[in-house]
């Protein structure tokens, strides 16, 4: 829920810091968008979102919105001549580098206290492969094409389709039924796009 305002955060970021306009268009897709999430997320039972309690780890998500958002629209100016110099790669590197040393110090920690166990072969080796390769290199390469050729304000919105994938996945991977709300929602999400 609370990334699903990436679109709000990522128009606000631009308008804010980076002189870009907000059009009507804009607004109303992202309210389009974000009414599409809120149909995933209440399940189509509005009531669910009225008995929602926000914890204090919600206000790190919305730091973290707020940091994509504006990681997003610097990754946007690498492009441009008169811009920030730089260039996809060197963004990613300077994140994973960073994520790496948290992590790793997290890790450390588990290790030393004695909380952590792995069972290492074959699965493990390919899950972490596949978070290298996929989320973590490719992933990031794709958003920053699409953040350099659409424009960061666009590009949020399609952040959205995240819930909506995860229920698709949950249907095809945990055979999990689809439900109508599904329908409804993947409609409120595409129609925030095209606006």
């Known amino acids: ?3 699903s305002g ?3 955060w990522m128009l606000a970021i631009g308008t804010l810091c980076f002189g870009a306009r907000v059009t009507r268009a804009q607004a109303t897709g992202a309210l389009l968008s974000i009414a599409g999430v809120l149909v995933v997320l209440s399940r189509g039972e509005w009531a669910q979102l ?3 309690r926000l914890v204090p780890g919600d206000l790190y998500m919305v730091l973290a919105t707020i940091s994509w958002a504006f990681y997003s629209w610097l990754l946007s100016r ?6 920030l110099r730089g260039d996809w790669a060197a963004f990613l590197m300077a994140q994973m580098v960073f994520g790496l040393a948290w992590s790793g110090a997290f890790a450390a ?11 290492w072969g074959w ?3 390919a899950a972490l492969a596949f978070i290298a390769l996929g989320p973590a290199l490719l992933a990031y390469r794709c958003w920053g094409v699409g953040v350099q050729r659409a424009g ?10 995240t819930p909506l994938f995860a229920a698709v996945l949950s249907a095809l991977v945990l055979g999990e039924t689809p439900h109508l709300y599904h329908g409804a929602a993947f409609a409120l999400i595409v129609a ?3 606006v």
Do not use: R
Request: no cysteine.
């Open 192 to 194: 925030g796009i095209v």
């Open 152 to 161: 960061p304000a666009v590009a949020s919105f399609f952040i959205n389709l």
């Open 123 to 125: 699965p493990l080796v």
């Open 109 to 119: 920690g588990e290790w030393t206290l004695g909380h952590a166990h792995a069972t």
């Open 1 to 3: 829920l609370v990334g």
């Open 6 to 8: 990436l679109p709000v």
């Open 50 to 52: 009225l008995a929602l």
């Open 78 to 83: 690498t492009s441009e001549p008169a811009g």
